[in-house]
């Protein structure tokens, strides 16, 4: 079965079709974005198995001490040889971050100023994502983290807006407060197209600033959605749209999040079953859920929203 961001928008599900960034670049961001942390060796070898079951959206960093961007771009260009996936049909998604979250290994010099650690950092993951006979482009760039005061964030924002449009289509921050992304839309000439959190219960699942979001056309990448949540994970709704529509618990899972609206998952599993069952999963409750199943979704959703706050 094909990915749902494979086909064209009018022929996947609506709970699974692509979203439009409201950001500078023409950019689509697929619902479920592979994420790279913590692959080490297996990195390259897992983004190309990624790609070739249906992911079509890549997160990563500029950040040796968590992520191999270089060995990402390996995996990329490996599929896009075999004509698995062209790059008009990728997101590629990276990070800017701060000296305070690398270790010997940077993608800039230390020594330089902080604007100039910003280009550094994007030109290095240019050149990690590189294609023969292609001007590289990253389609959004993410500040890793707010900077330790809000004039050096507006400062890292300002480097990276002078590289939008062409080099980098979308702008977006993680790790932040409401505060700092109010802050961004005020004082920013290119306003945040994403915003990457964690989703858990000691955040309140970050209601009130996925309601910001929402009412900003602002798009939620979540994060640990899934490790840091296992009972909300086996959670009476998501059981009942597992039954309904026949599919494994987290692909039901993923699909209520998903159901919040404006939201999308970073899923960054190791095994090619579960790559394969979420987004086949995925897909399957969107068609159950518009059609023999859409009184039972709407309830199993409204229920789930009760859970994560958001009224």
């Known amino acids: 079965m094909a990915h749902p961001s494979a086909a064209a928008g009018s022929q996947a599900s609506r709970l ?42 890549i997160d990563t960093a500029a950040q040796p001490k968590h992520y191999d961007e270089r060995a ?52 290095s993951s240019l050149q990690n ?26 400062t890292v924002w300002q480097a990276l807006e002078s590289l939008t449009p062409d080099k980098v289509r979308n702008l977006g921050i993680s790790n932040t407060t409401l505060a700092i992304l109010e802050t961004l839309l005020e004082r920013g000439t290119v306003k945040p197209a994403v915003v990457q959190n964690r989703f858990h219960a000691r955040t309140g699942y970050e209601a009130d600033l996925r309601r910001f979001c929402r009412e900003h056309s602002i798009i939620f990448q979540s994060f640990w959605t899934l490790t840091a949540n296992g009972p909300l994970a086996r959670s009476e709704p998501v059981q009942r749209v597992a039954r309904g529509a026949d599919v494994q618990l987290e692909a039901a899972y993923y699909a209520l999040v998903l159901g919040l609206d404006n939201v999308v998952v970073l899923d960054g599993t190791t095994s090619e079953a579960h790559m394969k069952e979420d987004l086949e ?20 959703l409204a229920s789930f929203k009760s859970l994560v706050g958001d009224t």
């Open 16 to 57: 699974a079709r692509d979203l439009v960034l409201a950001g500078p670049g023409s950019s689509r961001i697929p619902k479920l974005v592979y994420g790279t942390a913590w692959k080490e060796a297996r990195t390259a070898d897992l983004v190309y198995r990624a790609l070739r079951i249906g992911f079509r959206g």
């Open 72 to 123: 990402v771009g390996d995996g990329v260009r490996r599929a896009v040889a075999q004509g698995i996936v062209g790059r008009a049909d990728l997101f590629i998604q990276t990070k800017f971050t701060a000296p305070g979250g690398q270790n010997h290994l940077t993608p800039y010099d230390l020594g330089a100023p902080l604007q100039d650690k910003v280009r550094q950092s994007v030109q």
């Open 129 to 154: 994502f590189a294609l023969e006979g292609q001007e590289p482009y990253l389609d959004s760039v993410v500040l890793h983290s707010p900077m330790d005061t809000v004039e050096e964030t507006m």
């Open 281 to 300: 999963g995925v897909e399957r409750i969107g068609v159950w859920a518009e059609g023999e199943g859409s009184a039972e979704w709407e309830a199993a």
